[in-house]
C-alpha cells in the first residue's frame, strides 16, 4: 500500500498564495509512480469532499470551475511527488485537502476530471483568513 504525505497548509490571507506538496512513498514492487493518476481534493466543514485538481499519468490536467485559472496541479515524477500550487486564494478555499491515487495504473481521467482513487493521504489544513 502507498502512502502519502501532505505538507504546505496553513493560515493564509486572502489574495495570497500556498503551495501544498504530496509525496508518494512505499509503493509496491512493480507499483511505479509515474504510471498513476493524482488528484487533490478538499473537504470544507460541513460539505461533500470535491475534486479540486487531478493530473493524469500523461500529464494532462483537470480543474474544479471553482479553482480554474487560480491553481495549477503539477507532478515531479522524479520525486515521486504531486504538488498544488494555489494564487488568489479565497476564504472559500477554506479546507482540508488530500492527496489522492488512483486505484490501478494508466487511469485516463473522466470527463469531470474524475478517477477512482485507491489511497488518500492524510489530509493538510488550508485556512484563508478574510
Known amino acids: 500500500q502507498v502512502q502519502l504525505v501532505e505538507s504546505g497548509g496553513r493560515l493564509v490571507q486572502a489574495g495570497g498564495s500556498l503551495r501544498l506538496s504530496c509525496e508518494a512513498s512505499?509503493?509496491?514492487?512493480?507499483?511505479?509512480?509515474?504510471?498513476?493518476?493524482m488528484g487533490w481534493f478538499r473537504q470544507a466543514p460541513g460539505k461533500e469532499r470535491e475534486n479540486v485538481a487531478a493530473?493524469?499519468?500523461?500529464?494532462?490536467?483537470h480543474y474544479a470551475d471553482s479553482v480554474k485559472g487560480r491553481f495549477t496541479i503539477s507532478r515531479d515524477n522524479a520525486k515521486n511527488t504531486v504538488f498544488l500550487q494555489m494564487n488568489s486564494l479565497k476564504p472559500e478555499d477554506t479546507a482540508v485537502y488530500y492527496c489522492?491515487?488512483?486505484?490501478?495504473?494508466?487511469?485516463?481521467?473522466?470527463?469531470?476530471?474524475?478517477?477512482?482513487?485507491?489511497?488518500w493521504g492524510q489530509g493538510t489544513q488550508v485556512t484563508v483568513s478574510s
Open positions: 489522492a491515487q488512483a486505484s490501478r495504473p494508466w487511469t485516463i481521467l473522466g470527463g469531470a476530471g474524475t478517477f477512482d482513487v485507491g489511497s
Open positions: 512505499g509503493e509496491a514492487s512493480g507499483r511505479t509512480f509515474r504510471d498513476y493518476t
Open positions: 493530473i493524469s499519468w500523461t500529464a494532462v490536467t
